[in-house]
């Protein structure tokens, strides 16, 4: 277990470095001087020759990679040119608002896509699995940010039930929070549920095939513990796995549903950044993000060790 | 959809005589009679067809000027004279659909041919040499999938510029690995084989044999990812311009006309309706197509 733990985080260093080196490349893509360009709407001198000494601009490339990894690694990832606030600093303040957005999604997700998976494997062929499918083919080909601005015009505009806009912390009042997060929250699970339940209805099929759910059958328990006691546990460790994968998209969906009911969460961050010409929180972002995927990616892969029992004991 | 039938047909030969002269006539023509009894991925097919129609004629198709502004006709809600209304400069948003198809299409195709391109170069290089080429390769993979895709992408496009062009490069670009990944799991599946080892063994340069040996055989694969990644492309092209970051206002485009629409949304509803239903039809349809090809070129579900 613990020699599998440090294998798995050992082979996550080559990743790291080159999700450093592709972040730090951005910066090559600007035309022209990066300090001119950095220093944004204040074109002062004095500023320019701070950027470019703090850059390092008068060292060659792999130079500076290594000064601007060494200024990560302390946790500095530069400063943002309009509000001279540390990029870090940003990105922590602004990381609760996603991540209670995600974690609501995630919930919401589940919620919609394992019963969903269940129905559809156990009763292939059916109105209830031709249903799910259509569902599923419909959250993956809809454009996400739509069906936000639908609910928007349903929900806020027309019922008048819900809050377009607004968002309130939650331990400021829980319940506007809520108000505030349901329809972000709906649109993102829903965008997730379609992935998670092909994956539930495949992996559940797979499962019911095996000889111990037959076992389970033959002994005459009810199809309801079968299903929901023996076929279940086992069908969703994959799901771990490969729910994991989706929190890629929830993170890039987070973006445009923050945009779209405008919460104040890192989605906004980076595209006011984007507009602002605030490179480095654009980049300080990415990493974060990379960094948050890569690890909740190795603690699904954990998760799927521990709940393993085969691979445990190997 | 009375022209369906003799389209159908001709494809059909064009396809079959496409492959003819260098794969082998069977498997094509056969996957072709398999998907053509596959009445949704035909569904998807023909919905693809209708698009790229309307964004070839567009200046014919579309009843007005997608930019032709008209003050006495602000936001007037779809009637007879505008069938999808009209927007906040008096706009037509029928012919700005119509248009917007352009975007949309053009993104999904370039897009992905930048992947394909990249994908294939990279992912055969890896696949082909093995070794220390590969090893890198596939980390620098991993980095790239590391970075959510839409994510990276916004990042590739801000230090590029806010252009549609630029915003084809970053979608490329983002969905490039998948590629990679998938050519190196094919050519490390079809260099074992016999065919390849005497390709080598009558001297054929790696170019010779990456070009007749490999590419055929991992064509299939390719083109069912592709018709999958044009469907998501559509998707971050309308997402990007929504955000202000591919096609830039007045031209028109889908994700900018949602952009726009989402400030009035209480006067003029109809506004955020019709070109987001463009962008779900679309790309409804090329998932339909590429879940068909998919049952079509398996060679396993002969």
Redesign the interface.
């Known amino acids: 277990m613990f020699a599998f733990f440090i294998r798995r985080l050992v082979s996550l260093l080559?990743?790291?470095?080159?999700?450093s080196?592709?972040?730090f490349g951005?910066?090559q893509?600007?035309?022209g001087d990066p300090a001119q360009i950095l220093a944004g709407e204040d074109q002062s001198p004095e500023l320019i020759a701070h950027l470019r000494e703090k850059m390092h601009l008068d060292q060659p490339l792999p130079v500076r990679y290594f000064y601007w990894l060494e200024g990560v690694l302390h946790g500095d990832l530069g400063e943002s040119v309009r509000t001279q606030q540390p990029v870090l600093e940003l990105i922590l303040q602004k990381l609760p608002v996603t991540a209670e957005l995600a974690l609501l999604s995630m919930l919401i997700g589940l919620l919609i896509s394992i019963p969903a998976g269940i129905i559809s494997a156990v009763r292939p062929g059916t109105f209830w699995d031709y249903g799910a499918n259509a569902f599923a083919?419909?959250g993956?080909?809809?454009?996400h940010?739509?069906l936000g601005?639908?609910m928007?015009?349903l929900f806020s505009?027309e019922l008048g039930w819900l809050p377009?806009s607004g968002y309130v912390s939650p331990f400021e009042n829980l319940r506007e929070n809520l108000a505030a997060m349901v329809m972000p929250a709906f649109v993102l699970g829903t965008g997730i549920s379609a992935v998670l339940m092909r994956h539930t209805r495949s992996s559940m099929m797979q499962v019911l095939s095996a000889d111990y759910v037959r076992t389970a059958r033959a002994k005459g328990l009810s199809e309801r513990v079968v299903v929901l006691k023996h076929a279940l546990r086992n069908a969703l460790t994959p799901v771990i796995t490969l729910g994991a994968l989706e929190l890629?998209?929830l993170?890039?969906?987070a973006?445009?549903t923050e945009?779209?009911f405008t919460i104040p969460g890192f989605g906004k961050l980076?595209?006011d950044?984007?507009?602002n010409r605030d490179?480095a929180v654009?980049?300080g972002?990415?990493l974060v993000?990379?960094t948050v995927?890569?690890l909740l990616n190795l603690m699904a892969d954990i998760a799927y060790f521990v709940f393993n029992p085969r691979l445990r004991h190997a | 959809m009375s022209h369906a039938k003799p389209m159908t047909t001709s494809t059909a030969t064009t396809l079959a005589a496409q492959s003819g002269s260098r794969v082998e006539y069977g498997p094509w023509l056969r996957a072709w009679k398999k998907l053509s009894r596959n009445r949704m991925a035909l569904a998807g097919l023909y919905i693809i067809l209708f698009f790229i129609f309307l964004a070839i004629f567009a200046p014919w198709v579309s009843p007005d000027d997608p930019l032709a502004t008209n003050w006495g006709a602000i936001r007037k809600p779809p009637g007879m004279e505008h069938w999808f209304g009209t927007d906040e400069l008096g706009r037509d948003v029928l012919s700005r659909v119509i248009w917007g198809a352009r975007a949309s299409l053009l993104a999904g195709i370039v897009s992905v041919a930048i992947s394909l391109v990249l994908g294939i170069l990279i992912g055969m290089l890896a696949g082909y040499f093995g070794g220390i080429v590969d090893a890198l390769i596939c980390?620098?993979t991993?980095?790239?999938l590391?970075?959510?895709?839409?994510?990276?992408a916004?990042?590739?496009?801000?230090?590029?510029?806010?252009n549609l062009t630029n915003a084809m490069i970053a979608i490329g670009v983002s969905a490039a690995p998948i590629f990679v990944r998938l050519t190196r799991a094919q050519v490390l599946n079809v260099k074992v084989e016999d065919y390849i080892e005497a390709a080598r063994a009558i001297g054929c340069s790696p170019m010779r044999i990456a070009q007749s040996h490999l590419l055929p055989n991992i064509t299939p694969p390719l083109i069912v990812q592709s018709t999958l990644a044009i469907?998501s492309a559509v998707?971050a092209e309308?997402?990007l311009s929504?955000?202000?970051?591919g096609q830039q206002p007045p031209e028109p485009s889908w994700g900018s006309m949602?952009n726009t629409?989402?400030n009035f949304?209480?006067d003029a509803?109809w506004m955020?309706?019709w070109?987001?239903l463009a962008?779900?039809v679309l790309?409804?349809a090329f998932?339909?197509l590429g879940?068909g090809l998919r049952d079509a070129l398996d060679p396993r579900s002969r």
Do not use: H
């Open positions: 080559p990743t790291l470095v080159f999700v080196m592709l972040i951005l910066q893509l600007l035309p083919l419909s993956l080909s809809v454009p940010f739509w601005i639908l928007i015009l505009v377009a890629g998209t993170l890039s969906g973006v445009l945009q779209v980076i595209i950044a984007v507009f490179y654009v980049q972002v990415v993000t990379a995927y890569i | 980390r620098m991993d980095a790239f590391a970075c959510p895709f839409l994510i990276l916004i990042a590739l496009a801000a230090f590029l510029g806010p469907a998707i309308a997402s929504f955000l202000g970051l949602l629409a989402k949304m209480e509803p955020a309706v070109p987001g962008i779900f790309v409804l998932n339909l879940d």
